[in-house]
């Protein structure tokens, strides 16, 4: 009850934040940025406020991963890191779980988050609705910093690829997850089959919801990230040969690494730092993320691109009502 309370002060709150006009800032260029924001250099990120008193430095900071999973698994995942990122900036540093996507963008744009880790698909809503401006994405091996949509389907399924999908009850994550269901909405639909309409869309929430539910054959098939495909497989969650992958897609952007705008700017370039020197190979991160070698820088403006036409697209506005529609939960 008490939790149910919070998460209702907390919403209402936000949603105040949204309509109230002491909020908005007079400049010549935003975007599609919120009106408490300004872009001055076209990067389509909000710009670190030019007035000192309206920049920040905490003496916490709090970090939180998006919730593609159970949040608590983690927390001691990103235990080296978080060492690492407190000894470079000499701040304490607080773990945040954010169970949705959605309570992560309202706890930035609130101002009780300052560093996160923000899934692909919600990453635009960071951005425009809370000022988060990312910095850099897990680099895989091979240099890239990308994953792709994968449709899975349980072994032994006759579904060969999507055109089968019709008829079928197909498990999509959430609205406006970018792989587990704003892409997929555009890419099957050029493929000849529209979700919701040639077969039922049912919402897991999560991730990791919609491939144990394949695998246990709760659904028929699931659009999902490759990349939690992978990490779910290596914890030995469900073996290679239960599922199997029948479209996958070209390269998305990967969770990007960011911080809150109004952080000054000597903070910010200490936890772009911390990233960037992070020793990633000999942390408990190598191990969960096996295909990853570090963090690499990444320009928002580009690496987004497709993401962000693939949700214009879809319908997707970065607005109050667009953010309801990111809870997972």
Request: with cysteine.
């Amino acid at each position: 009850m008490l939790r149910a309370k919070i998460a209702s002060f907390c919403l209402l709150a936000f949603a105040m934040g949204f309509t109230g006009p002491a909020a908005a800032q007079e400049c010549a260029s935003r975007g599609t940025l919120d009106t408490r924001y300004c872009d001055a250099n076209g990067d389509l990120l909000a710009d670190t406020p030019t007035d000192p008193a309206r920049q920040k430095d905490p003496d916490t900071l709090v970090f939180s991963y998006t919730p593609v999973e159970d949040p608590a698994v983690y927390e001691n995942v990103f235990a080296d890191f978080l060492a690492h990122l407190s000894k470079v900036t000499g701040k304490r540093i607080r773990w945040f779980g954010a169970e949705s996507y959605a309570a992560q963008v309202e706890a930035m744009r609130s101002g009780r988050l300052h560093i996160a880790g923000v899934a692909s698909g919600p990453t635009p809503f960071a951005v425009n609705l809370a000022g988060f401006v990312p910095i850099v994405a897990m680099e895989r091996h091979d240099g890239s910093v990308g994953y792709t949509l994968q449709l899975i389907v349980p072994k032994g399924s006759p579904i060969q690829g999507i055109a089968d999908l019709k008829g079928k009850r197909v498990a999509h994550v959430a609205p406006s997850s970018n792989s587990g269901d704003t892409a997929p909405r555009i890419l099957f639909k050029d493929k000849g089959v529209v979700p919701g309409t040639d077969y039922e869309v049912m919402f897991s929430g999560k991730h990791d919801n919609s491939i144990m539910g394949v695998v246990n054959k709760d659904y028929d098939a699931a659009p999902v990230a490759s990349s939690v495909v992978e990490r779910m497989r290596d914890r030995g969650m469900f073996k290679p040969d239960d599922i199997r992958i029948v479209y996958e897609s070209a390269p998305f952007p990967r969770t990007a690494f960011g911080v809150a705008h109004d952080l000054k700017p000597e903070l910010q370039a200490k936890i772009r730092e911390a990233f960037l020197k992070f020793d990633f190979m000999k942390s408990a991160l190598a191990k969960e993320f096996k295909d990853s070698k570090g963090f690499k820088e990444l320009t928002y403006k580009d690496a987004w691109k497709d993401i962000i036409l693939i949700q214009r697209d879809s319908g997707v506005t970065y607005t109050q009502d667009g953010l309801s529609k990111l809870k997972g939960d």
